[in-house]
């Protein structure tokens, strides 16, 4: 069998076992040309967020000490027997690299990072409807953790080893609002001094910074999502729906790469949908019709090894951008390229969504839609009217991905997801739009200090394109960015050129 270029160097990872199962002792493996997941990746993790803490917290953290995580939870829909295809909660996937619900980890605060895997204890009849009970031995050999235990075994050890302090993750999702619960287990605050205010900073910022087996995934996840893009495109055609183009890119990524899940709900946007900026959710399930002069907006990313990319791809249904189409797609790459010139460790997020901002509205002056000075636009806050979204987010185990507002953030601006300066190791995403949103257009024609500014007869010319967005997904370098996704057709030429073969 031969080795793709992508595994070369992982030979010690067993190919029989893979025959039967994702994985081997220490790898994720689906198969096939898939990527082979060294997990020693998430045994990495575990040092490096070790080495964090007792580094910056050492006069404060006890002998004895002990970080504890929880595990998703597996559950039933509402009140069915129906249980959902389980996700693993972000931390303890990064932390552990185990996709096995109702579990807990500890991680000791010393220098060896001593690891425990707590799994629970399955009933027999487990085996007849789900599969084999796995060993204590096997997980240990998977997931290359110190040692494993039951879950009703975990404060006999806690308590073996004169637990001095648990550290737990008490925060807040800046993108979400959601609170992070703390693990849940009976007698735990009754038994040891738990502390939650040290651990979530901490780790968060871990996962902001990606090592570089994390970056190999997430260079996969990208590769799979700019080849099924680049299949949809070569699909698209008038006449087709939303959901068909949407089914093609999930086989494709499925198939191809073995990418079962996407990051979020896939959102394949024609005609006027483009203009929604997360359409495709339950209420508008990408089942529109895509129409003669439809401009398709296709926000997708695959995951593997709950790692995902977030790209987006914008162009005419029928290959050949009209006029108007090519005014904002224009405007849109421009601001794309200005940023990823720009992008470098030490630069503010916050000036790269600017930048963006003011190439959009150059734009838009020249092309006669809006009129007036560019600088009283921007104070105006007229490019919010037509980019009403942050330039991008983290990306990583999560799409919009932790740490936005840790550290050195300046205060939140507008929508954006991190006000952060840029460093070496972070994964971005850069995603410039340009959007005709009625309900916005409105508003900012209803009032006479915004409305002078737009010159409603060009202005109706554009308004049936709906949206344009350019989403890459880009490693910060130690001397500038690397774009993941830089495969796919971008230019103008480049795209007509790539639908008209």
Known sequence: MSVHPRNQGKDDCCEKTHLDSQYSPGYYWLGNNTLKVPLVLHKENRQRLVSQ????HKDQ??????????SGKSTMQYDTDHEPLFKQERYFFWTFGSDIPDCFGIVGLDEQATSILCIPKLPAEYATWMGEIRSKEYY?????????????????YLKSKNASTIYTILGTNTDSGSTFVEPQYPGLRETFNVNNTLLFPEIAECRVIKSPKEVEVIRYCVDAS??????????????????????????????????????????????KNSAVLHYGHAGEPNSATISE??????????EYHSYTADITCSFPATGKFSP????VYQAVLDASVAVMEAMRPGVSWVDMHKLAERCILAALLKAGILVGDLQDLIANKIGSVFFPHGLG??????THDVGGYLGDCQPKVHSLRTTRTLKAGMV???????YFINHLLTQALSNPETAKFFNLTELDKYRNIGGVRIEDDILVTETGCDNLSKNLPRTIDEIEAFMLK
């Open 53 to 56: 803490i007792l580094s910056k």
């Open 61 to 70: 953290v006890k002998e004895n000490s002990f970080i504890l995580l929880e």
């Open 140 to 156: 240990k050999s998977i997931f290359l953790v110190d040692q494993v235990l039951y879950v009703d075994e975990m404060m006999d």
């Open 226 to 271: 700019v080849s099924a893009h680049k299949h949809v495109m070569r699909k698209v055609k008038v006449g087709l729906k939303e959901y068909q183009c949407e089914s093609e890119f999930l086989h494709h990524v499925y198939n191809e790469w073995g990418c079962r899940n996407v990051g979020y709900t896939c959102i394949c946007a024609a005609n």
């Open 293 to 302: 002069n439809g401009f398709c907006l296709f926000d997708m990313g695959a």
């Open 324 to 327: 108007e189409q090519r005014v």
């Open 393 to 398: 987010h983290f990306l990583g185990l999560d």
């Open 428 to 434: 971005i995403t850069s995603e410039p739009g340009c």
